[in-house]
């Protein structure tokens, strides 16, 4: 129940194109959901979140579309870029803030 | 500059060892985590830790210990390193009732030889 699934393991978009990542849940306690963004040797990077009480965030190039019947999550970046290159984790609390449960991770390739 | 800093970055011991990674956070953040992130960039929890409760993931080690001088800092404290334990560990922080999820630090790359 604790357990966060995320798909696909690996994506190649062309550069202009849209990137697609889903996550979906179990536990119907989590309420904050955000995406981390992180590039090689650096520490995972905080990217956009969302709770449960909307069903759409979107900041620039980047969406979150929430599901709460589904219990099912999704990353839109839009317009990818080369610089978008990056592995993306979904990740999810029921404590409001603290103790996330994470994706296992998409790895995010652009190309020129 | 606000952060999440971790030192060393990279750090490179023999088997047998017993080294420290230290994180220090100026966020005033309530809670702080050690994660390791395997080959495979699955983040693994290792700890979470405010000054009322200490969480330890089952799965992990006891040769691993968590210390905490005060709320700012949260050291990891690895005893009889063994080959399995190379990895990326990142410490992070986060604010208890708040938005805005986890500031990780850099990371330290730990290989046992």
């Known amino acids: 129940q604790q357990q966060v699934k995320q798909s696909p393991q690996s994506l190649i978009v062309q550069k202009g194109g849209i990137s697609i990542i889903n996550c979906a849940y179990e536990?119907?306690?989590?309420?904050?959901f955000p995406w981390y963004q992180q590039f090689p040797g650096k520490g995972p990077a905080l990217l956009i979140a969302?709770?449960?009480?909307?069903s759409e965030k979107k900041e620039g190039r980047f969406t979150i579309s929430f599901n709460k019947s589904a219990k099912q999550f999704s990353l839109h970046i839009m317009d990818s870029q080369p610089g978008d290159s990056a592995t993306y984790f979904c990740?999810?609390?029921?404590?409001?803030?603290?103790?996330?449960?994470f994706g296992p991770g998409t790895r995010l390739s652009v190309l020129p | 500059d606000t952060a999440v800093s971790q030192t060393p970055k990279y750090l490179v011991t023999q088997m047998g060892n017993d080294k420290s990674i230290k994180c220090e956070q100026n966020?005033?953040?309530?809670?702080m985590y050690w994660y390791k992130q395997d080959s495979k960039k699955f983040l693994k929890i290792m700890f979470s830790?405010?000054?009322?409760?200490?969480?330890i993931n089952e799965t992990v080690p006891n040769r691993f210990s968590p210390k905490s001088p005060d709320k700012a800092h949260l050291n990891l404290h690895i005893n009889s390193l063994e080959l399995g334990d190379s990895a990326v560990y990142f410490c992070?922080?986060?604010?208890?009732?708040?938005?805005?999820?986890?500031?990780f630090g850099s990371g330290t790359r730990l290989t046992v030889v």
């Open positions: 992070a922080s986060s604010q208890a009732r708040a938005d805005g999820g986890y500031t």
């Open positions: 536990n119907t306690a989590f309420d904050y």
């Open positions: 969302i709770r449960p009480d909307v």
């Open positions: 990740a999810a609390s029921g404590n409001y803030g603290q103790n996330f449960v």
């Open positions: 966020l005033g953040h309530d809670t």
């Open positions: 830790y405010n000054n009322k409760e200490l969480i």
